[in-house]
Each structure stands twice: as C-alpha cells, then as structure tokens.
C-alpha cells in the first residue's frame, strides 16, 4: 500500500526497516541519537533499537568514518551521518584513500558496505559551511558510488539498495527537499539504484537533473508548455556511475539537452554529462549541451542564497538559447 510521506520520514522509514531486518545494521553520527539529528531525520530510532545501534558520536567526522570502516571489516553496515555538507571535509581522507581503495587493494576480498549520508545543497538560509554541494569531489574518486533521491519514494528504496550495497555508496540528501511529500510504496522497488527515469516526457528538449533540481525542472517544464514547448525531464538519481544510456536515448529524441545541477557549473557533474552526450550523440544535437548550476564562488550568506541558486528564470533563459539554435 502507498504511503503518502515526507521525503525525510521516507529515509527515517527505510533506515527502521533496515535496522530490523539485519541485526549488522547501525546507525552513527553526530546527535542522531537523542536528538533525531538536526533534520530529525533518524528521529525515534534510536528510542526503539537501542545505544548500541543507533551510536551518538563524537563531533570528530574523520574518526566516524574510520569507526564506520572498521565496523565494516568485522561484518557490520554501518550508516554513517555526517551533519552538513560542508562537514564531510575532515572525513575526506578516509573516505578517498580508505574506503573508497580497500576493495581494490584487497583485490576484491575486502568490501566495505558502508553508507555516508549527507544533507547537501541550499534554499534553506543557512550559514556557511551548511550549504555546499560537493558531489563532484566524490564522483571523481573510483571505489565510490555517488547517489541522490529528488522525492519521498527515491528517498526510501534508494536507502535500502544503498545499505544493501556491497560497496560504499554516498548517500547526497537535498535537505531543501526534506519537507515535501509524495507517495512511498514500501513493497514495490521503482528500479535499479544506478538507472536514470524519465519523469515527465517531452519532445523539444531534455532537462536532466538530480536531487533538488528535479523538482525545478518540472517547474520549468510546466512554464515551458504555457509558450507551447514540450520539454522532457530526466531524474538522472545516479552521479556515479551515470546513466548515460538513458540520457543518450532522451537526447536522440529531443535533440537538444540542458544539465541543472546546484554545484557550481565550473568542473561540475554536468561538465562531464555534456561531453560525453557530445561524444555520443554529435549527430543528433541540434544545439550545443547548455549546463545551469552555482557560481564559482564561496557559498553567499543567506540574503544571496537565491541569487546564487539555478532559479526557473536561469533555467528557462538556458531552454531559450539552446532552442534558438
């Protein structure tokens, strides 16, 4: 039976359902305990599987994850919250250099089925450091899968794929998104972890974005067919690997392709989205593939926050270049 859920009770439910399904599962970071975590995201777990399953730490990001990988050696899969985005900095040597590196320096015998959830990206007027999207520093980093749920039912059975997974994933959460609701069916799976999904056809132009983005993209789509263009949205779900089957066969139909991401534009996920559709589709674009993001600049104070953010105006001015080609 669906549920109709917010986004952050939809992680809470699928880390519940995680937690009793496999006495190997545990939950650690900072307040995620007594708390619930600041966005109240593992709010209750803690209350109901006990100290010694959903762990507080520490405030010391580089030993939750060192913790984390140790667990994992002795057979456990460990859910590992860092706070903020721009907290996950102290944990990066770990994450690049051990636990993105052990399977390959085992020569497969050591997998590391550990999850690192990070409440990325802005629209929520916080201060520095509390707002960043660096899934691009991730993506680069072979050993590591990189993913991002834009809605509630994403949000659920992409958490349950990603403990499930035998290697480490990073778990982005669009925490502007943690307040929107939509249908979860906690018995149907809707794919594949990795698998891209159309979610809204189109013909003149495909929009594909992640995360947060997807529901701006539907925005735009929705603005784009009041002048009579029909645009095709893309949840791409995956930033490693990507899907780029699935971009290509939407490219070949609408011939024009625009990539929206929060992170800045300069070196960003969509760099590489637009070389390899040009690599793969040059014969079918009509136009050349456009990128909307973030500046490249230090996340603005909060009075800027919607400046600096890909906005529908940004957006629609890209699907007017393009298709003024």
Not at 116 to 127: D, E, F, K, M, T
Request: charge should be negative.
């Amino acid at each position: 039976m669906a549920e109709k859920m917010a986004l952050a009770k939809a992680i809470n439910e699928s880390l519940r359902r995680a937690l009793e399904s496999d006495p190997k599962v545990v939950v650690m970071g900072e307040d995620v305990g007594k708390l619930g975590g600041v966005f109240r995201v593992t709010d209750g777990l803690q209350k109901d599987f006990g100290e010694s399953r959903v762990i507080d730490t520490p405030l010391a990001e580089s030993g939750i994850v060192g913790t984390a990988i140790g667990l994992a050696l002795r057979g456990y899969r460990p859910v590992v919250e860092i706070q903020f985005d721009g907290f996950v900095f102290p944990a990066y040597d770990q994450i690049v250099t051990q636990l993105a590196k052990m399977h390959a320096r085992s020569l497969g015998k050591v997998k590391l089925p550990v999850v690192v959830r990070i409440p990325y990206g802005g629209g929520i007027g916080a201060v520095e450091h509390h707002s960043e999207s660096p899934e691009a520093l991730f993506a680069h980093v072979a050993g590591l899968k990189i993913v991002s749920p834009s809605d509630a039912s994403d949000a659920y059975w992409m958490m349950q794929q990603a403990i499930q997974s035998d290697d480490p994933v990073i778990f982005f959460e669009p925490k502007r998104r943690y307040w929107d609701k939509g249908e979860v069916n906690t018995e149907a799976i809707p794919g594949p972890l990795h698998t891209a999904r159309v979610v809204r056809e189109g013909t003149d132009l495909t929009l594909a974005a992640y995360g947060p983005m997807v529901k701006l993209c539907r925005e735009v789509a929705d603005a784009a067919a009041e002048e009579g263009r029909n645009l095709e949205v893309l949840d791409l779900r995956s930033v490693s690997p990507i899907d780029f089957d699935s971009i290509q066969a939407s490219v070949e139909k609408t011939r024009r392709l625009v990539v929206v991401h929060e992170a800045p534009v300069f070196f960003g996920s969509g760099a590489e989205i637009a070389a390899r559709i040009t690599e793969r589709c040059f014969y079918h674009l009509e136009a050349p593939v456009l990128r909307v993001g973030g500046y490249h600049a230090p996340y603005p104070p909060a009075r800027l926050e919607e400046t600096y953010l890909p906005d529908l105006d940004r957006v629609l001015d890209a699907v007017d270049r393009s298709l003024a080609y």
